[in-house]
């Protein structure tokens, strides 16, 4: 049987090189895509390994992966999720456990955060009950403007829930300076900047919880999946339970007893020795990957420096090539300090424009160019707001004035690994020839 599977392995490396592997040159004309996914024989061998042990549900390549995404980022602790939103909904719920005491989370306290962004990072707040409260952003990082921050925090103000914009650190050390100052959590959104640096320290790793999304357009993909990490056992403790339907127990699975006390505990108001298998001390869900999701990203970690660096060398190209239309565009500059994981590339239509995003955007298109917006723009203007009140169901600080403008006149392209440097020549050609246009 081990000859066997074996042989099976072998054959699917051969496989790899006859129907994946693609070697070919970027031709003029050939799509450009903003994001995709990067992998060799190694991630089919495993998802392949993986199936014929069947086990399905999480496993050793779902604890090689955990321990592995810890130890890179150097943290106590990485639990798998389902995806990046569920890493967030996770980190989120984790801040509302009554084990937190008076630091719990609880509905109607505000959390300070982004319009400008994706709509998972502001979901679980709304949908717990508490009370969103929106800042600006700066135009130059599409960062959290920190300028004005202070004067969102308020006595009912309890964490920070911000992202890392398109890979990029946003200001941490004045965001920490203030969490302590206000005895605040910080919830990094880490979903768009794995591998990121700030001050020679990963970002996700600042904040009592970081979060990850490993879909396909990110840094490293299982297809869907993500990650929730910290520093803080406690914090671990909880999001494990929330994770896994809100349990008590903390068994793996497949294993029974591992506190040794499974018939022999009295909690809450069960009758004495209730299977500790079946006591749930959080309202959870289950939001666990399977053990082929898990076997990619064994596979893709051992890639990640390779994207970040190919990640970094085709933005800081592009920005070099495109630094002669700078009185046109605004274009992206990463925070001081900062050592980004760049997601995509941000370009910005100054007000004295001559054309407008949709026009460009357009063109670009119809060239074979993948683009995209900065996400939701102002998440306050989409519909799933328009039940929500202002100064009841959130608040806002200031007039969002840049992220009006991101919404309004932005757009980003990719600069992902299987991005080639020719490929980007012809992005910037594409660009020169619409400007001239107009």
Request: glycine fraction near 8%; charged fraction near 25%.
């Amino acid at each position: 049987m081990d000859n066997l599977r074996e042989e099976i392995l072998q054959k699917v490396k051969e496989y790899y090189i006859l129907n994946h592997k693609n070697n070919n040159e970027f031709i003029i004309g050939d799509r450009v895509n903003y994001a995709g996914r990067i992998y060799d024989e190694h991630e089919l061998v495993n998802l392949v390994d993986s199936a014929l042990d069947f086990w399905l549900t999480a496993s050793k390549y779902a604890r090689d992966f955990e321990n592995k995404l810890a130890k890179y980022l150097g943290v106590i602790g990485a639990l798998l999720v389902n995806s990046g939103s569920s890493a967030n909904l996770l980190a989120f719920s984790t801040l509302t456990s009554p084990l937190l005491k008076e630091r719990a989370i609880k509905r109607g306290d505000e959390i300070i955060t982004l319009a400008a962004g994706f709509p998972t990072t502001i979901s679980p707040i709304v949908q717990f009950g508490a009370i969103p409260v929106f800042v600006d952003i700066d135009l130059d990082t599409a960062n959290i403007d920190i300028s004005n921050l202070e004067q969102a925090i308020s006595p009912k103000t309890k964490a920070i829930f911000i992202a890392h914009t398109l890979g990029n650190p946003f200001n941490i050390k004045v965001i920490k300076e203030i969490c302590n100052k206000y005895n605040l959590w910080l919830i990094e959104d880490n979903c768009d900047a794995l591998g990121a640096k700030y001050d020679g320290r990963f970002t996700g790793t600042f904040g009592d919880i970081g979060t990850s999304s490993f879909y396909p357009a990110h840094h490293i993909t299982m297809g869907e999946g993500g990650a929730v990490y910290t520093n803080n056992p406690l914090l671990k403790k909880i999001a494990l339970s929330i994770r896994d339907w809100g349990r008590d127990c903390y068994c793996e699975g497949g294993k029974d007893n591992t506190c040794g006390a499974r018939f022999s505990q009295m909690l809450g108001k069960l009758p004495f020795g209730y299977d500790h298998k079946y006591i749930y001390s959080h309202f959870g869900y289950n939001l666990k990957a399977t053990e082929m999701q898990a076997s990619i990203g064994v596979a893709q970690l051992d890639k990640l420096d390779f994207f970040v660096k190919r990640r970094q060398e085709n933005h800081n190209y592009l920005s070099n090539r495109l630094q002669y239309l700078n009185d046109l565009f605004i274009l992206p500059k990463a925070t001081q300090n900062s050592h980004p994981s760049w997601f995509g590339f941000l370009i910005t239509i100054k007000d004295s424009k001559k054309f407008s995003r949709n026009e460009i955007s357009e063109f670009l298109e119809s060239k074979n160019i993948q683009t995209r917006n900065l996400f939701g723009g102002n998440m306050l203007l989409h519909p799933a707001f328009d039940t929500l009140k202002e100064g009841v169901d959130y608040r806002v600080v200031g007039d969002l004035k840049n992220t009006n403008k991101i919404m309004n006149d932005s757009f980003w392209i990719g600069v992902y690994p299987g991005i080639s440097f020719k490929a980007i020549d012809y992005i910037v050609d594409m660009i020169d020839e619409f400007v001239k246009s107009c």
